[in-house]
Every structure is written in structure tokens, then in C-alpha cells.
């Protein structure tokens, strides 16, 4: 009798157990990329507590989730939300769009101090969880201000010391911007230092690359040299192909990751799925031009001679990339005059009274640029090379991002990312299908960045986890109309709790930092 009753305590503990929450009826898309299956999920303290065919528990929150999908919470592995997560931490745009952790410090840019970073992040509280690399540009600003000359042996030795305590601090990794201010002057021996130093901590070498258009291939053939050299993964940032003359070139450059891999290195790339990217107007003016900053380019600009030299540089770029004119460049925020927001540089051209020809267009560029600059959207890309690009099985979403404010005319991918793949790529096309969309976006991110307890709806694994109809889901944002939050999320959960409500974000904030692998809490 008495070993009956041992025998029936653990049966008579499970059936009382009660859960934070349990999901019911759902189609589980695991972030595996095998096939969905049907069974209920019990969440407890933030972990996935249980997954079994019939949950009969209690639980606080009951979800029916018959009809939905439920599948992990999405990872963005490339976010640019340093400055903007701190004017509305609830993150709606990502939340509203499937997103439950971002990857930021891409493109050389990040917070010059992770620690101090990561310290705001847990005491204002966010709707999403969040991780960084160290940015080169910083670590290279810091070290050696905006001048257009290579590192000495000192300068070299400071950077990397900065990368090794961001790693401390708890970077994912390292990234480059090797198009922007000053990381554009650094030479391939430099980022190779940086990288062996991110190397000894186990973490990842993320690059935008030196050149998207005509110098693509030598720019890629970097990335993988100086991840071969550091011993390094590599992430190559918004793989892409810009300006007409490079459009059909997708099965080559994507040879050249295929082969580094057979070759036996870790080297992996993300994507965004429009056919437009977003960057600043600088990118538009000649390197040189750029050093020492914005008094520099000021005094170059109103220089005669180098004003000449400048424009004349930009027209053999447009020439030499197959673009007829700058009406591909359209503003997204210009600070000094909003009413620009969403007009070409072709169409303010024209509102300024010049004619309509390439070297008038490159005058109105420097005249903005005078007036402190814009952010950009550049029409610049081919559907075709899209497309090829994300049946690619190592290629990550990201939406190259930062939180939506409100402001400005921004490029749609700030709304839409994840509900444009699944909506228009899996559903409407089927480029690719659900199952391996959702592991693009949530296992291999996970995998790539070590976040070893994310990624997966998986017993012990932290419990951020979406539900979505897949009939429904779909991104809203448009150029025209850009801030508008995707449609078809029914439910998120960020570590255990929902953020997502019945359609509806409910200001939770249970986002958190999370840290690389070389943490140490000091």
C-alpha cells in the first residue's frame, strides 16, 4: 500500500501542476525547419515548461490557438537601434512584425560603451530582447578620430583592447562598416587585428562589405579572407547586388560563399525583401571626401576646384553603376526641410528650378548635404537577385532597422521584414517554404550568434514564441505609406510573457539583454 502511494504522488503532483501559460490546438513550426505538428505548450517562469499532444493543467492564461501557427520568436540579426529603443522601448514595429530579440551594432556602428548599454536596456525594460556587437567605426573613432590614414602599431593595439572588453561587456561579435566613416579608410590587415581579437572570445565577424556594386566580388572575397585569416565566423550583412550594371550577377557572388563553405568556413549571410536598400546620402560622394568629418566636407564643398572634383567623381559613380540619373535616390528624413521626406533627388531637383540633367542633381546632393544630410532610400536592386538570393538555405532575415518613431518617410522593411517573407516569398511565391522560412529566422540566427536558449519551441528553452495565421500574415508598410505594422500576429510572448494580445500590444516590457559568450558580469 505504501509503495502504491509513492508510486501515485508524482502522478498526483504533474496533474496539479499550474502554468503561467499554455498554448492549445497549435501547429508547431519548431525553428528545426522539419515539419509542423500539432500539440499544446506550457509556459512557466519563461522557459517552455512542456510540449504534449493534450495539456490538461491549469494555467493563468489559456491560449487557443486552433488555426494559428506557433513557432518561435523571431531573431533580426542586423538592427541599427542604439539610440531609438530608448525613445519607445515597447518596440512596436518589431513586435508587431513577429520579432522577439534583435541583434544591433551592425554596419561598424554601436554604442561606444556595451556595458553602459546593456545597463539601460534591463533598467528601462523593453518589449524585445537585445544584443550587440562592438562597431569598428566606434572602436576606430575612439581610437583615432575620422582621419583618412591607416592605424600605427599603437592605435592598432588600443582598438583591439576596446573589442576585447566590449566582448567582456558581453558582444556577440564584432562588426564592420567598411562604406562608412572611418572604417572606410582602414585597410584589410586592420580588420583582421579586430577580428583575431573577437576570435579569442568566441565571437562573430559581421560585415558590411567595402562595395555592393561594381566591386562586389573583391568585397566579398574580404569578408571570407579576413574570417580565414582571424579563424573567425562571418556574417555578410544585406547580401546584395546594387545599380543596374550588377543586377543577374546573384549566382556569382553566391558561389563565393558556397565555396568558402565546402572549403570548411563558417561563413553564412542575411537578407531583407525589397528591392531598395536604406542608407545615408554620403555614400553618394566620393570617399575622400568624407574625411575628418562634417566642418571637412563643409570646407571641400565650398571649395571651387574640389567641388568640381566632387561632382565629377559622382557622375563617373553613376556611369560606371548604369544609373541615368539620381531619381533611384529617394529621401527618407531630411532634418532640415521635412517637406523633402519622400520626394527623389530628381523631383527636388526640379522644385529647386534646375534642369533635369545628372550634374544639376549631383549639385542638389551637395546642397543637402550642406544642410546637414539625409537618410536615403535607394531603388538599386533586381527582384530576380532577391529572389535567388532567399532560396539560399545560409541566409538569415534582417531588416537592417532601427525602432520606428513615427518620423520621416522610412524605408517599409522598418514595419515589415519577417510578414513580407512569409506573406509574399512563402505564400504568395513560394520561393521558399514555411518551415524553412521560420528556421531562417529563428534557429540559424540562434545558432549564428549563440544564443544558446533561443530559437526553438523546445522543452528548457526560453519562451518567446509567436502565433500567426499563415493565411493572414502580411506586410502592411509600403513606400508611399510607410508606417503601418504588419498583420496576421495574434499572440507573442517575450520570455514568458505576452506582449502580444489578441492582435493587440499591451505595453509589456520583458525584453531583456542578452549577452555573448565571453560575458563576464564585472
Known amino acids: 500500500m505504501k509503495l502504491l502511494l509513492l508510486l501515485l504522488i508524482p502522478c498526483i503532483s504533474f496533474s496539479q501542476q499550474t502554468y503561467d501559460v499554455i498554448i492549445r490546438n497549435g501547429k508547431i513550426i519548431d525553428g528545426t525547419g522539419n515539419s509542423w505538428y500539432y500539440a499544446d505548450v506550457a509556459v512557466k517562469d519563461g522557459k517552455i515548461a512542456l510540449i504534449q499532444k493534450q495539456i490538461t493543467a491549469s494555467a493563468t492564461k489559456i491560449i487557443d490557438a486552433k488555426g494559428l501557427i506557433v513557432a518561435p520568436g523571431f531573431i533580426d540579426v542586423h538592427g541599427h537601434i542604439e539610440g531609438s529603443i530608448f525613445e519607445r522601448p515597447t518596440a512596436d514595429n518589431y513586435i508587431y512584425d513577429g520579432v522577439t530579440t534583435v541583434i544591433t551594432g551592425n554596419c561598424g556602428g554601436s554604442a561606444d560603451d556595451l556595458q553602459q548599454f546593456f545597463f539601460r536596456i534591463d533598467s528601462m525594460h523593453t518589449s524585445i530582447n537585445i544584443a550587440s556587437l562592438m562597431g569598428h567605426n566606434n572602436v576606430r573613432r575612439m581610437a583615432m578620430g575620422l582621419n583618412n590614414r591607416l592605424a600605427t602599431p599603437q592605435e592598432q593595439q588600443q582598438m583591439e583592447a576596446v573589442i576585447a572588453k566590449a566582448m567582456k561587456d558581453g558582444a556577440v561579435g564584432m562588426s564592420t562598416g567598411l562604406i562608412y566613416l572611418p572604417g572606410m579608410y582602414s585597410n584589410t590587415d586592420e580588420v583582421i587585428g579586430l577580428a583575431k581579437a573577437t576570435a579569442k572570445y568566441s565571437g562573430v565577424y559581421a560585415s558590411h562589405i567595402r562595395n555592393e556594386e561594381n566591386g ?169 537577385d532577391v529572389q535567388f538570393f532567399m532560396k539560399y538555405p545560409y541566409n538569415m532575415i534582417g531588416a537592417d532597422a532601427g525602432v520606428a518613431t513615427g518620423k520621416g518617410m522610412p524605408h517599409p522593411r522598418t514595419y515589415g521584414t519577417n510578414a513580407r517573407v512569409l506573406g509574399r516569398y512563402v505564400r504568395e511565391k513560394q520561393i521558399i517554404s514555411l518551415e524553412e522560412a521560420v528556421r531562417r529566422m529563428t534557429s540559424l540566427p540562434a545558432q549564428k550568434f549563440q544564443l544558446k536558449d533561443r530559437g526553438l519551441i523546445k522543452e528548457g528553452m526560453a519562451a518567446d514564441i509567436v502565433l500567426f495565421n499563415e493565411a493572414e ?50
Open 473 to 522: 500574415v502580411t506586410d502592411k508598410a509600403t513606400f508611399e505609406n510607410p508606417h503601418r505594422f504588419s498583420a496576421g500576429f495574434k499572440y507573442i510572448l517575450v520570455n514568458g510573457r505576452l506582449v502580444i494580445d489578441a492582435g493587440k500590444h499591451n505595453g509589456t516590457r520583458s525584453g531583456k539583454a542578452l549577452f555573448g559568450p565571453a560575458f563576464s558580469n564585472h
Open 216 to 384: 562586389v566580388v573583391d568585397a566579398i572575397n574580404e569578408a571570407i579572407n579576413i574570417g580565414r585569416a582571424a579563424n573567425i565566423p562571418v556574417q555578410i550583412s544585406h547580401f546584395k547586388l546594387s545599380g543596374p550594371a550588377n543586377w543577374g550577377r546573384s549566382a556569382e557572388t553566391l558561389s563565393l560563399i558556397e565555396t568558402a563553405r565546402k572549403e570548411g568556413y563558417d561563413v553564412t549571410i542575411d537578407q531583407y525583401p525589397y528591392t531598395a536598400s536604406s542608407t545615408n546620402l554620403g555614400v553618394r560622394l566620393p570617399d575622400w571626401a568624407l574625411a575628418g568629418g562634417t566642418d571637412s566636407l563643409k570646407k571641400r564643398i565650398n571649395d571651387p576646384v574640389i567641388h568640381k572634383q566632387m561632382i565629377d567623381e559622382m557622375l563617373q559613380q553613376l556611369k560606371r553603376y548604369k544609373y541615368k540619373n539620381y531619381s533611384f535616390a529617394v529621401v527618407a528624413n531630411h532634418a532640415a526641410d521635412s517637406t523633402l521626406n519622400g520626394k527623389s533627388i530628381t523631383e527636388i531637383n526640379q522644385l529647386k528650378g534646375r534642369k533635369s540633367k545628372p550634374r544639376e542633381e549631383a549639385e542638389t546632393i551637395l546642397e543637402l548635404m550642406l544642410a546637414g544630410g539625409a537618410q536615403m532610400v535607394y531603388h538599386s536592386m533586381s527582384e530576380k
